[in-house]
């Protein structure tokens, strides 16, 4: 049954900074293609989407460059909104959750549960800076990882080996406020008590969307659900963000994750006084189709958190949540930090807003985003994929089946639409008329299933029959035919006629199949077939009579342009380049650290005399298990053999490391890493280059001698 009304979302960017294409094609450009072609159908559809402005990454970006939190994310809401105009996302509203609408709609919500008791009340210890009053977030401590060993980690997560973390894991824990190590000390949260909702989100995800839902959602909500699900706070002590609405709840704002999905909301009722509509049947009618589009690391927040959100508030749930994958740039995994990334705001500074850019050069982004889209595994962008794909397919393909269509409509048919003899029409014929219609209900079937690249390929898999067909009808030859005689000047013409009529309705039928994805170039083929936007719409895919017999048309102009081999290499060099810088000034900074900043604060002999270093012999090494960077060490100290494990993986093999002698910290307290005790911690030494080397001594040692 077809749904009375669709609400589509897409995540809420995080308004902390500029995003890259490896956003867009996870969330924002399958929502839009799945939104127009639901406006096509002429379906009543509300498209939202916004700025995420609250949670620790602003605050922690304000500090970056100097500014404020307000500053920060007026600033980058701003270019968020902009880069996706640019590139032709159309949201019936990018709001953001700064604005008041959307503090009062997360408040009522915190409201609405808290008096029915669906919330919980917890004390805890959690970590607070003495030096600057406060109780730090996550991302305000920085540690060394357990999993790697590396010494800047964050609370939440470490950079360097992607492990995701929580603040008591990790080593030597510090606040990056004041660089002192914080105290432990009593607070009081609301928490949403996931684990009572086990049993219906089993029912609900594994049974009853068993068989629409993509394998990967379904795969991790199961891998969370069979865990046990826990308490979750959605309060937390900081000043940024939407406060708690309650008297006793001084210095709290709601947790991030529980208020930006209701962002969505917020963003609803915003439209809603915009446009005069009403906003409630969108989130209370259960004839609303609910589709909200992510990436990969928001299925847990999308498939379990926000539904028992909405459930308990008697919302609608969602109906399908088709979350990405992650794309690559050119090998190797996007990253902010390392500076290998492509920003929408390069690629439209570079190719749209250039000469011989235009909107255009967004639809080419576009086209090559939706044939690699990471639906079901991770996908690579490469500036050489991006150049085969609009070279050898868009203007080679699709754009070439239109030109020459035109081109031979002015040449033979004096720029007008020949009539179709259909006395005449042979099997060729009848073969391409048979595709376009079938066509239509291959591609409506994918995009209902939002298999978005399976139905770009049958788009761009019929022009490239309709180039096979005029390759076989051989017009021009045709025409040669008409310097001869009578009945055949005759049968020469009407073949030319029948030929380009095809031609002519498939190109306005290739116009409607490719405005959900590229609508840049549907509106300039509506434009040179002199025809309204109208004529886009679902319902006249397939038919043959799209453009009147006699009518003139515009003459040909090319769709696109190729990519050159000199703007490909540019791109890679660049890349590079940026990258290259990144590490260079990585290494200056932290060389210099090394110097000044990262000296330890001074202590007095008996502080280091409570350390006992003592000598050993490793005995035997070997991987652990599901984890790239852990040895578990077998180390002979004279007096008895430890099991260590140590994050040096990536430096040494196992087989190096056999009867070395290293010096081990004896009685630091036993640390459960991967299921495995380690009974103590071998010393390493970290070069400027980030390699490690193993601090061991010059002469042979009996195992177990102290180290002084």
Same mark, same amino acid.
């Given at each position: ?12 960017? *995080? ?18 293609? *799945? ?53 032709? /996302? ?173 962002? *969505? ?70 990253? !902010? ?32 985003? !939706? ?33 020459? !269509? ?26 391409? /008329? ?135 290499? *540019? ?43 003592? /000598? ?93």
């Amino acid at each position: 049954m077809t749904p009375k009304r669709y609400l589509i979302t897409a995540a809420l960017p *995080y308004a902390n900074g500029l995003k890259h294409i490896g956003h867009l094609a996870g969330a924002y450009l399958p929502a839009d293609i *799945y939104v127009r072609y639901l406006r096509a159908q002429g379906r009543d559809v509300v498209f939202v989407c916004g700025s995420d402005e609250h949670g620790t990454a602003i605050p922690i970006q304000a500090m970056k460059e100097g500014t404020t939190s307000q500053a920060i994310i007026d600033k980058y809401h701003g270019i968020i909104k902009e880069n996706f105009d640019d590139l032709s /996302i159309s949201f019936d509203i990018y709001d953001r959750t700064s604005n008041p609408i959307h503090h009062e709609t997360a408040q009522e919500f915190f409201t609405y549960l808290n008096d029915r008791d669906d919330l919980e009340i917890k004390e805890s210890e959690q970590y607070y800076d003495e030096e600057a009053q406060t109780f730090l977030a996550d991302r305000y401590i920085k540690g060394t990882c357990p999993n790697c060993g590396f010494e800047n980690a964050y609370g939440d997560q470490c950079e360097r080996c992607g492990t995701s973390l929580s603040p008591d894991e990790l080593i030597n824990p510090v606040s990056t406020l004041s660089g002192k190590p914080p105290v432990k000390k009593a607070t009081r949260h609301w928490y949403l008590p996931l684990n009572k909702h086990e049993d219906w989100l089993r029912n609900w995800i594994l049974n009853q969307h068993q068989n629409d839902w993509k394998a990967n959602v379904l795969g991790q909500c199961k891998s969370w659900i069979d865990a046990g699900l826990q308490p979750r706070a959605v309060t937390r002590d900081l000043d940024w963000g939407v406060k708690v609405p309650l008297p006793d709840a001084e210095g709290k704002v709601l947790y991030v994750w529980f208020d930006a999905p209701i962002g *969505y909301i917020s963003a609803t009722k915003q439209w809603a006084l915009n446009t005069g509509n009403d906003w409630k049947p969108y989130w209370l009618d259960k004839e609303t189709k609910l589709v909200h589009f992510i990436g990969k690391d928001n299925i847990v927040f999308h498939c379990i958190i926000f539904p028992v959100m909405l459930k308990l508030h008697e919302y609608i749930l969602p109906d399908n949540v088709p979350a990405n994958e992650f794309m690559n740039l050119e090998g190797d995994k996007m990253s !902010t930090s390392r500076n290998w990334k492509l920003e929408m705001q390069d690629y439209i500074d570079d190719f749209i807003k250039k000469e011989n850019g235009g909107p255009q050069m967004a639809d080419a982004l576009r086209y090559y985003l !939706t044939t690699i889209l990471p639906e079901t595994k991770d996908s690579e962008f490469t500036w050489k994929g991006f150049q085969d794909a609009v070279n050898g397919e868009l203007v080679a393909v699709f754009a070439n089946f239109f030109n020459r !269509t035109f081109v031979l409509m002015h040449k033979l048919t004096y720029g007008k639409v020949p009539k179709f003899h259909n006395d005449i029409a042979d099997a060729k014929d009848k073969e391409l /008329i048979s595709e376009i219609q079938n066509s239509k209900v291959r591609i409506e079937r994918l995009l209902e299933e939002y298999k978005f690249r399976d139905a770009l390929f049958e788009v761009i898999d019929l022009a490239r029959k309709g180039n096979k067909y005029m390759q076989e009808k051989e017009p021009w030859i045709k025409a040669k035919q008409i310097y001869g005689e009578g009945a055949i000047i005759e049968e020469a013409q009407v073949q030319i006629d029948n030929c380009l009529h095809l031609c002519l309705q498939l190109c306005a039928n290739l116009a409607i199949f490719i405005n959900p994805f590229l609508p840049n170039t549907a509106k300039k083929m509506c434009h040179l077939m002199k025809v309204v936007d109208k004529m886009l719409a679902w319902e006249n895919a397939g038919t043959l009579k799209l453009l009147s017999v006699g009518y003139s048309l515009r003459p040909p102009q090319l769709l696109f342009r190729k990519i050159e081999d000199a703007e490909v290499q *540019y791109q890679v060099d660049k890349l590079r380049t940026m990258s290259n810088q990144q590490e260079a000034n990585k290494n200056e900074t932290s060389s210099d650290q090394s110097q000044i900043a990262n000296l330890k604060s001074e202590i007095v002999y008996d502080d280091f005399d409570k350390l006992d270093l003592r /000598i050993g012999t490793i005995l035997s090494a070997e991987k652990v298990q599901k984890a790239d960077k852990l040895l578990k060490l077998e180390v002979d100290l004279g007096f008895e053999k430890r099991t260590i494990v140590s994050g040096i993986a990536q430096h040494f093999s196992p087989e190096e490391l056999l009867n070395k002698q290293v010096i081990v910290v004896a009685n630091l307290a036993p640390r459960k890493m991967r299921g495995i005790e380690s009974q103590g911690m071998i010393l390493t030494a970290e070069e400027p280059n980030g390699k490690l080397i193993l601090v061991n001594p010059n002469n042979v040692a009996q195992n177990g001698s102290n180290v002084k």
